[in-house]
């Protein structure tokens, strides 16, 4: 009897406990379960790149452990435990915690299960000592790690690249910075922006290398010999990599459910298997893989809906992300992938940057505003396309 069965979230991340918390303002009663392959504790993740400046140890990102979270949402969550299998036909899923393999039966599935740090094969003696800090339990491991440590590279000069430079430059590390292309946050601003930011950090310490790779990280007493590709060569105390995150898209996969870049669903946040619905950074809603907090929000108050019984379909108005660099903050409405049109520059100067992406057809589909530009983010977003339309 499927209507009795529970409701079971995989996943305890900001998208798993904002549906789970949502949900419960629709319904107290039909049973639900978590289930987390860390501690489920209840954290925001943004917080992880401002933590060293604002010495923030990683207990004191827990904002709730999974026991006060089971409480007050009236849930069973079952930490430690890797879902490893699922059976969509029998609405069964395998899972393993230390050595015991358990079978659940669900009613509905959420697969709420995020993202991957994406690796690059590098060469060298230290290859494989960069962290990789894309959770609370990655932020402990780095935390523990860097002590005692004077000097960072860090390996992407994206959007988490960026964040962690501005946040272990005003801690006190020194700070070098490893990216391919030739400006910072290339894949969501254009380059004027992108050099604001860069003077920004540049100024307060941090030291670019910017168009080239890293080749080799060798272990030298105690420390990293670092070799980029155009024969530079640096020595640093401990590498972090960011260069990107990957949906976890494995277990449906495997389990025959449809996925591209994410597992896809539809604006009901709806799979192509029957009551298996996905949220968050995994999941690719209506062609959007989004891996942000407002994506996820919107997700979670459409998916309650459903859940409690009124098909809801999601919306996505434009949301623009702030992000981090607090030395140079940058607010963006990134346009969509493939988007045919070209960034235009209302402004850059040594303060600021405006630019919008303006779309063939004349329609303003984008806009990164940097430096003091960032107060008037709310009056650019009102004119800006929604990302569904
Ligand atoms: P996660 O938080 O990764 O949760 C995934 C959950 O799934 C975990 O509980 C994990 O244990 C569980 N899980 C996975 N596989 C299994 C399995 N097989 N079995 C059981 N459990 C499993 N976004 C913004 O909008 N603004 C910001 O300022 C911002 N800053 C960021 C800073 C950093 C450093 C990082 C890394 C990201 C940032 N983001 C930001 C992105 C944002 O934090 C993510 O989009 C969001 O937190 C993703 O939440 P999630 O619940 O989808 O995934």
Redesign the pocket.
Known sequence: DFSRAPVVI????????HLAKELRKLDQTTPLIM????D?AHY???Q??TAFHKQRSPLQLVSNTAREMAETLNAQILTF????AMDTASRVLT?RAGAHDQQLHYGKLVL????DPVEIPMAGSAAGCAYS???LQDFQRFYTGIAGARSVLVIGGG??GC??ANDLIQAGFDVHVVEPQTQLLGSLIPPAAGDLVQNALTRAGVHFHLGTTVKNLDHAAGSVRVELADGSQLQVDRVISAIG?RP?VD?AQHAGVRTTRGIVTDRYLATSAEQVFA????ADVDGHNL????P?LAGARALAQTLAGSPTPVHYGNMP????TTLCPVTVSPPPCNADGQWQYERSDSQGVIARFIASDGQLQGFALAGDACKQAPAFSEQTAPIMQ
Do not use: Q
């Open positions: 995989i996943g305890t991340g900001l998208a798993g406990y289930i987390s392959a860390d489920g925001s993740k943004p992880l790149s435990t890797r879902v490893t899972m709420a299960m995020g993202s800090i894309n959770d959007l988490i964040e962690y995150v976890r277990l949220l968050g950074d995994c891996c942000y907090i407002a996820l992300v702030s992000i981090k």
